[in-house]
């Protein structure tokens, strides 16, 4: 089973931002889309934005224009930058292919927005 990792999560209070990083291996990142999702307590996973290995993008939801998410290929690794947190993006967030596989879901970062 191959892994990616996310990192960066952690605390803030609404309105503060936080960047979210994922490193994934070459072969895996250098010919897929890639997308961030979340997962809140008590609910489903949910796609939260992709990118393509072109660099286009999409955002699902409320997340867009508070979000942007990036890639840096000559490093493998994906970003989330989270501005104007709210307390409903209290979740724990994936990385993953777009569309994902089983296969690939790492440990996930939490993200925890509350005053």
């Known amino acids: 089973q191959v892994q990616l990792v996310e990192s960066g999560g952690g605390f803030m209070q609404p309105g503060g931002s936080l960047r979210l990083s994922c490193a994934a291996p070459?072969?895996?990142?250098?010919?897929?889309?890639m997308a961030w999702y979340r997962q809140a307590p008590g609910k489903q996973r949910e796609l939260v934005a992709i990118i393509a290995a072109g660099g286009s993008t999409t955002y699902v939801g409320s997340v867009g224009g508070r979000f942007t998410i990036s890639r840096d290929n000559a490093k493998n690794t994906m970003y989330l930058q989270m501005n104007r947190l709210k307390p409903e993006d209290t979740a724990v967030y994936y990385c993953?292919?777009?569309?994902?596989?089983?296969?690939?879901w790492g440990q996930g970062t939490q993200v925890t927005v509350s005053s």
């Open positions: 070459k072969s895996i990142f250098s010919i897929n889309a």
């Open positions: 993953n292919t777009h569309p994902s596989r089983n296969d690939y």
